[in-house]
């Protein structure tokens, strides 16, 4: 599952005109990263939920969905469910007791392979509801500020609690493995939250596991970060930093995507929009 109905509330005026996952990063957008990971992982069965500009969005996936990818919408037009609504909303869509879960407005290259297997593990070991990628911070580029910790034990290879904000501590990344299970006490059709009503209840059961990653790790949720983006991909293709895939894509990618996306000096324009960044220069 891509998630793919947030607001995209830090980045307008852009937002007001384009859903979020559809904001391109070296010309490809957002959620084409995400898509084109989970196809490489032999994922089949795509389910994306949408709410801002869903037609947009909508109408983007069905001509980009990558080839013999099966794709299903939940459709969260009328009501936006939260964080953890969604994925209950999405589990008739979802074949299958587990599926992947990556956020269309984050470009992340962790291995889904190699969490794929450290859930299998965690699960025929203790029954864990899900897997969740920790960031350490040392391959996280683009994010001020800071995160809550996520706490561990490491020799249990479980999730324990939370600490407190900080930088460069291990925090959720956003992509993860889930059991259906995870989901499946919420109540259809209402919006909920993934921390408070699934997360937390689920590490004091001792049934959430981690998989640590030095993958890289993108974050695009505000203007200034999206600036940074467009370096920090094109940095990470240099230094082939990029799976084999996305790097083709990337040597083929429309960088002022059609003309439509401008990045100069202390500004970005798409459009008619234009967007004054103090302090940062684009590349």
Not at 51 to 76: C, K, Y
Request: proline content about 5%.
């Amino acid at each position: 599952m891509v998630l793919g109905a947030g607001l995209g509330t830090r980045l307008k005026p852009f937002t007001d005109r384009l859903p979020k996952p559809l904001l391109p990063v070296l010309g490809i957008p957002c959620i084409e990263f995400a898509l084109r990971s989970l196809a490489d992982a032999g994922v089949r069965d795509l389910v994306v939920n949408v709410h801002a500009h869903a037609d947009q969005l909508e109408t983007w996936l069905q001509g980009n969905v990558p080839p013999g990818m099966r794709m299903a919408i939940s459709d969260e037009r009328r009501l936006l469910l939260g964080s953890a609504g969604g994925f209950r909303q999405a589990l008739d869509l979802l074949p299958g007791q587990r599926f992947f879960s990556m956020n269309a407005d984050v470009i992340h290259f962790t291995s889904l392979d190699a969490l794929a297997c450290a859930h299998d593990r965690a699960h025929q070991t203790h029954g864990v509801w899900m897997t969740l990628v920790l960031n350490r911070g040392r391959a996280l580029k683009g994010v001020e500020g800071a995160y809550r910790e996520i706490l561990v034990d490491e020799s249990s290879g479980l999730i324990t609690g939370f600490g407190e904000k900080k930088s460069r501590v291990p925090f959720y990344s956003g992509t993860a493995v889930f059991e259906k299970t995870a989901f499946s006490a919420l109540n259809s059709g209402v919006p909920a939250e993934f921390v408070p009503e699934v997360l937390e209840p689920a590490i004091r059961l001792g049934k959430v596991a981690f998989l640590y990653a030095e993958d890289l790790w993108i974050d695009i949720g505000s203007p200034e970060l999206w600036v940074k983006a467009q370096e920090h991909l094109r940095q990470a293709a240099l230094s082939d930093r990029i799976p084999g895939a996305l790097q083709t894509r990337l040597r083929h990618a429309d960088p002022t995507c059609g003309g439509r996306f401008d990045l100069g000096k202390n500004r970005i324009r798409m459009d008619d929009i234009e967007y004054e960044i103090a302090g940062i220069r684009g590349s």
